[in-house]
DNA sequence: TTGTAGGCGTTATCAT
DNA sequence: ATGATAACGCCTACAA
């Protein structure tokens, strides 16, 4: 066997079949402008030499790749993984190819990863939440690059985005906690740094705090990395407070995971002892025990609406639109009146 | 705002700091050819302009991506999730990109997804498991694209990879199953066909039961896909047999937790009136209530050597080596002696 | 319907 | 140390 592997070109197959390159190139890509005869054999002697196209080469020439990119905190929380697989999945049949980057939730890496995905040739941009440098978006839009904006929506900016208000949502869950009676709330946030969703969740508990007449400063809050361990951690250090929460609410399921570990562990019957909510609706909310009161968000259907929504965009030349999906109140075992 | 965009290009570069388009490469590439002068100078400019290299042109040019790809079956399972996440991890801090693609468990996309990735120019490829069709291993040496197969290893084949033997690690728990007197035994399997992960597991359970004296075909097997849903599915159609089975090995947490949920909702308790056993050690599987014994694999190491490994492969020309992890048996709540 | 040839943005080889 | 210039593999007017 040789040692260098002599991948075949357009030429080769060209000069094999005996047509010329521009024949084989609309033999790939505009199959109607060919006669059958000759894209038979054009296609037969392709398959012979087992070519591919290069890609790096077309997307030079044709100014486009067929190829969408996605910027997210992380592939190990749940919601992102779902998300990104209805995205990927409604990309598929369109005939668009995916191309992930993420970024551990360090926002300042996101300007970068941009570039990088922009250099590459991608027709197109999903992004997470709003809140970054406005020259990440003066950038994208001097370069004609069409993006979407997914896991939020604000009242307040334009920018083309499909998703829920995250304030709304949380002050929903909030109102129900105090409906309940319970008064002494204790919050577990994710890093509020750069992430807007958490932003807004902490934002929503406060004015529900503040339309039933309580203090939002009062507020006990710990401020966490979107973590198992860390939400335990949390969770132990909240409750040292006293007097004690009666329920502590939580800025994600994942966090909500551990703080339920956690009481256990201590010896706290959930949710007689103390309540406690999360956020998201991840399949694992439904698997604890107790089962998670939380907020469900229709990751999926976020996903694929925002492969549509972008593909539009990019298809149509149009400048995109403003999704804002319904979320619901799921009411489960660990929550409970006091 | 004009409406067409102006990407700056090298050419753009070099004209507007007075020096020719090699020397604006040398300043990216290799800038200790170049004097700290027009360095300085060039690299102001570049600046100035915003000019990012199109990766296209440079993958084109140099037969080169600084690119490596990977193909899992889904990022929904948390194992995948986090074994790219290091792999990922890895690959960054020796300057590599991951390009990732998966499949839903449909080994008859992989070869696609393969030719796919080559085309783009992958420096080397990261695939899961063993089992798929010779053409698929013969493309890739003819080509002379490095690879690493991750999440098994075997005896019996010889290509690079990084992984853990699936056969023995679940003999080793049902060794332990058996050793504390369980004798009716059920298995839910992962779907075999195309994952030879699933049928190892399945075939270490037989193994053992030989071992013990027991026959092997008598074992009950219901096969499913990994999800949660048909996990519980399958647990109560195991249920239904008579005798009962002692203990529900599945294959892996991600079934064991379906099994768990639905057995509380059969109003059985674990491990009393039934053991359930896992095989991953997911995160899920110390939050489940009762805690689930499983086997824990290694995934972030492995992940990480994989990406060691291949880079090696690559930048070394070097043929590759097989590297088998220790897995551990991870004795919890849900497993009880009978 | 098919062929010719210019161009896409870099890198890399030669010169200078 | 720097500059010309030929690849790299493909697409796409434009011609025939």
Redesign the pocket.
């Known amino acids: 066997m040789s040692n260098s592997p002599n ?1 075949p ?6 000069r094999e079949a ?9 033999c ?3 199959k ?4 059958q ?3 038979d054999h054009v296609m037969k002697t392709i398959e012979a030499l087992g ?4 890609f ?3 997307a ?5 790749t067929n190829t969408i990119g996605a910027i997210i905190p992380t592939m190990e929380n749940a919601i992102f993984a779902r998300g990104l697989q209805a995205f990927q999945e409604t990309l598929l049949t369109h005939g668009y190819t995916l191309l992930v980057s993420s970024n551990a939730y360090k926002p300042q890496l996101e300007e970068e990863q941009i570039r990088t995905l922009v250099a590459r040739g991608v027709d197109g941009l999903l992004l997470i939440g709003y809140e970054r440098p406005p020259e990440i978006y003066s950038y994208l839009e001097r370069r004609g690059i069409p993006f979407i904006l997914a896991w939020i929506t604000l009242a307040d900016q334009d920018h083309p985005s499909v998703g829920f208000d995250n304030c709304a949502a949380m002050r929903m869950l909030a109102d129900k906690v105090l409906s309940m009676g319970h008064r002494k709330i204790g919050y577990i946030s994710g890093i509020i740094e750069g992430n807007d969703r958490a932003r807004g969740r902490l934002e929503g508990v406060r004015e529900s705090l503040a339309a039933h007449g309580l203090d939002p400063d009062n507020l006990p809050v710990i401020e966490t990395a979107y973590e198992v361990e860390t939400g335990a951690q949390a969770f132990e250090a909240m409750m040292q407070a006293d007097p004690k929460p009666t329920v502590v609410m939580c800025g994600n399921d994942v966090l909500a995971a551990g703080a339920i570990g956690k009481a256990k562990q201590m010896g706290l019957r959930i949710p007689d002892d103390v309540s406690i909510t999360g956020f998201d609706d991840i399949e694992l909310a439904s698997i604890l025990d107790p089962s998670l009161t939380t907020i469900h968000v229709p990751h999926r259907l976020m996903g694929g609406t925002a492969a549509q929504e972008l593909i539009t965009m990019i298809e149509e030349q149009s400048s995109g639109v403003r999704r804002t999906l319904d979320v619901r109140l799921e009411l489960r075992e660990s929550l409970q009146a006091v």
Do not use: C, H, W
């Open positions: 991948i070109t357009l030429f080769d197959v060209a005996g047509v010329s390159t521009a024949t084989v190139s609309r790939l890509n505009e109607q402008k060919v006669s005869k000759t894209l070519y591919t196209p290069n790096n080469a077309r030079m020439a044709a100014k486009r």
